[in-house]
């Protein structure tokens, strides 16, 4: 994800990222740290910082100037958007992003559904439209896979990922693969397919 973090509070500071007001305190500045980071080689590819305002999305889309054809992203679940998605393919890269359980109604229906995995046509919706209109993007209908992964302590995680081919990626492959993603503050990482597990 991306990090919030406070600078020093000088005017240089307040000019350039704003103040915004903590739960204790007086007003100071805040950032947002974002990184493009290549998860087998502990390597960060671009970083950014911006202030607070500017959303971990629009980080991500500005980091995805850099992909090359065959990466694949590794998204945690504030990035899930339709217009994300279909900036990468556009890319011709590939991603996997963890997504929240109640968002998207094809995730709800898979969750219930008890699969392990299934292949889902994506609709966009109006304010999808909107968005891709906005960067410049095809509103093509999008077919991801959706992967069940199942946590040591029984929860559930759904990967949402655009590696389509059951045979070259099956399921068991998912819960390793999104768990190459570093700890939290490395915001977007990637990594060239032709590394993959």
Known sequence: ??????????????????????????????????????????????????????GERELA?????????????????GYPAFWLFALILNKDAQFCARMKLGSWEVVKRFVTSGLSGQTVVVLPTYAACRD?????????????????????????????ASLLDCQTYPVSLFKELY?????????VQSYQMSHRC
């Not at 500005?62 to 992909?67: E, I, M, N, P, Q």
């Not at 891709?132 to 949402?160: F, M, Q, S, W, Y």
């Not at 768990?179 to 915001?187: D, E, V």
């Open 1 to 54: 994800d991306g990090s919030m973090v406070q600078v020093p509070n000088t005017p240089e500071n307040l000019g350039r990222f704003g103040a915004w007001q903590p739960a204790r305190g007086a007003p100071c500045p805040m950032v947002r740290v974002s990184q493009m980071f290549d998860a087998l080689n502990d390597v960060t590819l671009d970083a950014l910082i911006v202030p607070k305002s500017v």
């Open 61 to 77: 889309a500005r980091h995805f100037t850099h992909l090359r054809p065959n990466d694949l992203v590794l998204l945690d679940r």
């Open 132 to 160: 891709c209109c906005d960067h410049k993007l095809p509103t093509k209908p999008l077919t991801i896979r959706l992967i069940r992964v199942e946590l040591d302590n029984g929860e559930v995680e759904v990967l949402a």
């Open 179 to 187: 768990h190459l993603r570093p700890a939290s503050g490395r915001a």
